[in-house]
């Protein structure tokens, strides 16, 4: 890894099970990849009425359904962010909160979408100042400004060039006896608890 390498370690957790505060980067203040396909979307003429707001577009009771089944989960009402390169997501005006599957059609997401003021630009957000201080300590190595893009699978490199580096091989990784955990996968029962695999190890999160 060289000083100019730059990833951005996703906690995972699924869709509305994440609880606000728990993110470990929120102790500070277009993308070179294509999303893969997904039969999910927000269609921007449907009738809302959900209260769940989606990169600026209300979901569509149709789709919040689409995403219950995915995740049998209750989605609270309110104002999220989706990066539909890497699946991150979270409050609107706030740092990553989780992830998700990537290429769901939820809209565009905003360059300001987390209110960040790092200089660092991954799959077109600014993130937050917590977010470069943790991608260092988990990196060890300093995150220099710029544009990023960031699959799901950790693998990344600058916008419009080839990849050049996998955040699933950082040093502060946990890895399995079988190499380094490189894509998330979340099983949520039908109370709502969850269990998130993936490059940050495992976590289990309750029901709201």
């Known amino acids: 890894m060289t000083p100019r390498i730059v990833t951005l370690l996703l906690t995972i957790a699924a869709f509305g099970c994440a609880k606000r505060g ?15 396909a997904s039969p999910v979307s927000a269609p921007q003429s449907a009738a809302g009425d959900t209260g769940i707001i989606v990169n600026g577009v209300e979901l569509s009771a ?3 359904q689409q995403l219950h089944q995915i995740y049998p989960v209750a989605i609270p009402p309110g104002r ?8 991150g997501y979270g409050f609107e005006g706030e740092p990553i909160a989780g992830q998700i599957l990537p290429g769901l059609s939820l809209g565009s ?17 600014q993130i937050t100042n917590g977010e470069k201080l943790y991608i260092e300590r988990l990196c060890q ?25 996998n955040l699933a091989q950082c040093p502060g990784v ?8 490189s894509m998330s996968r979340t099983w949520c029962d039908p109370n709502g ?7 940050l190890g495992s976590i289990t999160t309750a029901p709201q």
């Open 193 to 199: 608890a969850c269990t998130s695999t993936g490059i």
């Open 174 to 181: 946990p890895q399995q006896n079988s190499g380094p955990r």
């Open 62 to 64: 149709e789709t919040k």
């Open 109 to 125: 997401l905003a360059a300001d979408a987390s209110g960040g003021t790092s200089g660092v630009f991954i799959n077109g957000r």
């Open 141 to 165: 190595t300093p995150v220099v400004g710029g544009r990023y893009w960031v699959m799901a699978t950790g693998v990344g490199g600058y916008e419009g060039q080839a990849a050049f580096f």
């Open 80 to 87: 999220y962010w989706y990066d539909a390169i890497s699946g």
């Open 22 to 36: 728990n993110d470990p980067a929120r102790s500070g203040d277009s993308t070179g990849a294509t999303a893969p």
